[in-house]
Every structure is written in structure tokens, then in C-alpha cells.
């Protein structure tokens, strides 16, 4: 499969399911997030902020009624990165030998 790559940023299981998430999702609230991967907010945060950084999420904070709520998207660029590390997983598994008599 071509663009097929191990991402070491998205594999770890907190941030593929968020990202996965993400993926499924033109925006999604930071509450939506929180509440969807059983995460803490500062943990939510730091890894938000961690994607961001990558340049693979964006956020916006936006006001509604006397408060601020944050919300996430993945970029280009982080769907891309997670198209190929789904992939690369996808021919990881692909190349695993059957199972066999024990």
C-alpha cells in the first residue's frame, strides 16, 4: 500500500483513539472528547496539545453565553498521517503468519 507509514506520535492508544475520533468528525467539543475516551481534562489537554503541535489537530476556543468551549479538528495533515499509520497497521497484520497448530 502506498503512503502506508508507522506514525510513533498517533500510535500510542490514548492518541489513536483520539485521532480516530477525530477522523470521524468534522469538529468535535472538548466535553464530546472527554466524555467519548474516559480522559481527565488535563490529560485531554496535553494531548490536544501534543497533536497540535505536530500539526496535526486544530483548535478553537469559541464563546457561548457567559463561557468558552474548546473545540478540535484534525488537519489535513494529521488525516494524512493517520490514513498512513492505519495502513502500516493494516500491512503489519496483513503479513502476520496464520496461525498454526500449537
Known amino acids: 500500500m502506498s503512503g502506508a507509514r508507522f506514525d510513533e506520535l498517533i500510535h500510542p492508544s490514548t492518541r489513536l483513539n483520539l ?8 469538529w ?4 464530546y472528547l472527554k466524555d467519548r475516551l474516559s480522559l481527565s481534562d488535563s490529560a485531554l489537554s496535553k494531548q490536544l496539545s501534543t497533536l497540535e503541535e ?3 489537530v486544530a483548535t ?4 457561548e453565553g457567559r463561557r468558552h468551549k474548546l473545540r478540535a479538528r484534525l488537519t489535513a ?4 498521517a493517520f490514513d498512513g499509520h492505519i495502513a502500516a497497521l493494516r500491512e503489519i497484520v496483513a503479513a ?7
Open 77 to 80: 495533515t494529521g488525516r494524512a
Open 28 to 31: 468535535a467539543e472538548f466535553a
Open 96 to 102: 502476520a503468519p496464520p496461525p498454526g497448530p500449537r
Open 54 to 56: 505536530a500539526g496535526y
Open 19 to 26: 485521532v480516530a475520533t477525530l477522523a470521524a468528525a468534522d
Open 60 to 63: 478553537e476556543r469559541r464563546l
